[in-house]
């Protein structure tokens, strides 16, 4: 198993394509989608060209394979987002021909249940970018936030360094898709605090990215489909927590076994996401949700330290979170724990 490579660097101009590997977030808000391509047409100034699955909710996995096969073969498509995330896209998986998609590398932007396809594509040799669903980062609130298109374009055409630090605001979720307020106004915000940041160890490293969401990592490697620990060795595992507020205890699960598989031990960093801590139906207060991240930050953060003493950097704002920075996927990223310093130069 090769290293992953970057796709050839988006032009702007290009297509791009608009795919549902998992959930088809059109169908659940088509004005959403609607303002989703306006605002990304006008950011990248380029053509979106869609699929027959994109729109399509519950399709079955093998067409949405032909649709994800045909965006990476089509010559004009520079760039592939998922609209949304979901949670079977494991289906879908074992329908694609990866060698297809490795001949011909395009740099696909999703997170979530997208962590399925991004690993795959990881295997194959063809890295990612981890962020961009477009319901969620362009269709949403009254603008794209200026953070997650920066970061976006960076990763897309490789000039440039993202840089991670707080926003100005931060919020787990919008406002409910039901809510027809939610394509123009943003929901609850509140102001993040950088003394929650953990910088634990020291040193400057840098490596190629691996991890995702970590709901979905649980299967990925209790099934065996991650890449050996071999692969591994000298990469920055990026982890994140998804919007069910699953137990970090049992989340941690998943460091635990790359620990025992000896991915751990030779691991450059690892960097873990502010995780979400409300729901549409539950906002605890701003102390009590305080807690809960440093009870996930600590969770984890045990878990990793039974096997390693690489650099563990918490409170990035990349997966489940708005706004939201990406990261690269198989792309490098670089950490300087004495600078208190995360960027990714170059996303190229």
């Not at 000896?262 to 305080?290: M, N, Q």
Request: aromatic content about 8%; some cysteine; charged content about 20%.
């Amino acid at each position: 198993m090769s290293h992953p490579r970057p796709a050839p660097a988006f032009r702007p101009g290009q297509e791009i394509a608009l795919l549902s590997p998992s959930t088809a977030g059109p169908a659940l808000n088509p004005a959403l989608h609607e303002q989703a391509r306006c605002r990304l047409a006008r950011a990248f100034s380029s053509p979106l060209v869609e699929y027959p699955t994109t729109r399509l909710q519950g399709a079955p996995p093998r067409q949405r394979a032909r649709d994800i096969e045909a965006a990476f073969a089509n010559p004009n498509v520079g760039a592939i987002f998922a609209t949304l995330g979901g949670f079977d896209l494991d289906r879908v998986i074992p329908h694609l021909d990866m060698g297809l998609l490795a001949a011909h590398p395009t740099r696909f932007a999703g997170y979530s249940d997208n962590t399925h396809l991004l690993n795959a594509l990881w295997k194959a040799g063809v890295a990612g970018i981890y962020g961009g669903s477009t319901n969620v980062h362009f269709g949403a609130g009254p603008s794209v936030d200026e953070c997650h298109v920066t970061s976006l374009s960076r990763a897309l055409t490789g000039a440039g360094t993202i840089t991670y630090t707080d926003p100005p605001w931060t919020q787990d979720h919008g406002l409910s898709w039901d809510d027809e307020r939610c394509t123009s106004q943003r929901g609850e915000c509140l102001k993040p605090d950088p003394e929650e940041w953990i910088w634990d160890g020291s040193g400057s490293v840098s490596g190629l990215t691996w991890g995702g969401c970590l709901d979905s990592l649980r299967s990925i490697v209790a099934r065996g489909l991650h890449p050996s620990p071999d692969a591994l060795a000298g990469s920055v595992l990026i982890l994140e927590a998804s919007e069910q507020l699953a137990d970090p205890h049992d989340l941690a699960q998943v460091l635990t076994q790359l620990g025992r598989e000896g991915a751990l031990e030779r691991a450059a960093g690892i960097l873990i996401a502010r995780p979400p801590t409300s729901t549409f139906g539950w906002v605890p207060a701003a102390r009590d949700r305080a807690d809960m991240r440093a009870y996930f930050y600590a969770e984890l953060g045990a878990a990793a330290r039974r096997f390693t003493s690489c650099p563990i950097v918490c409170g990035l704002h990349f997966g489940h979170t708005r706004p939201q920075q990406v990261i690269p996927y198989g792309g490098r990223v670089s950490i300087d724990m004495a600078k208190r310093l995360v960027c990714a130069p170059g996303c190229a």
